[in-house]
């Protein structure tokens, strides 16, 4: 028992694996366990024994619990932005649907733990944890910015990246309604995100007045 909470036996073998296969073992129960329970209630020891290793090895490769949780934030939040190549030609709302049926589908393999890293179920307040989020936000508004063919990463404007980032806030709540609080279903998500986006690609991002860009 620790902290309260009874550490069942784990029927995880202790199979020797390689270096890295055995971090990402670690890395698959942990984004588990964080999504199941708050940071403050998953300890090292259960980390351990649900991945069938030592306390000793989580130790060895991400240093503390704090710095496996931000590899499993890094995880949540970075995985969703790898989005394969989507042609800039053709309709706009097939591109628009395609992006948004792959992100929820990757989203949903893991989706209480996306909602708990972007929420306040995380640990709120870690300034690396902010940075994190803060960067993958600024890449997928680039993403769907080129996605959409407003702009590319390298002439993105950065009022026109603000207001992507502002619909990445309504991504994250419809996934929060969806997934944890079962008042969404995944059509009505999907529903929300394709129209949302073609409205602000074509009635908001065209109306925005000239001017020049904040300073960096």
């Given amino acids: 028992m620790e902290g309260g909470v009874v550490i069942a036996p784990t029927d995880t073998p202790r199979t020797r694996l390689e270096p890295d296969e055995r971090r990402e073992q670690i890395l698959d129960r942990a984004i588990r366990l964080f999504g199941e329970r708050p940071y403050s209630a998953v300890s ?25 949780y931000l590899e499993v934030v890094r995880a949540m939040v970075l995985v969703p932005n790898r989005h394969p190549a989507v042609a800039s030609s053709g309709p706009l709302i097939s591109r628009v649907e395609r992006s948004v049926d792959w992100f929820l589908d990757t989203v949903v393999v893991h989706g209480k733990t996306f909602v708990a890293v972007t929420g306040a179920e995380g640990v709120g307040g870690d300034p690396e944890i902010e940075r994190i989020l803060a960067e993958a936000d600024d890449i997928a508004a680039q993403n769907v910015l080129t996605i959409v063919g407003v702009s590319s990463p390298a002439n993105a404007n950065a009022r026109e990246r603000a207001i992507i980032r502002a619909y990445g806030s309504l991504v994250k709540g419809a996934v929060r309604e969806w997934v944890r609080d079962g008042t969404l279903t995944r059509e009505e998500v999907r529903l929300l995100l394709v129209h949302a986006l073609i409205a602000i690609v074509e009635d908001v991002l065209p109306h925005l007045p000239a001017q020049p860009d904040p300073p960096q």
């Avoid at 069938?52 to 060895?60: D, F, S, Y």
Wanted: proline letters at 0%; zero cysteines; a positive charge.
């Fill in 44 to 68: 090292t020891t259960e980390l351990a024994a649900e991945a069938g290793v030592t306390r000793g090895l989580i130790h060895h490769y991400f240093g503390t619990k704090r710095g496996l």
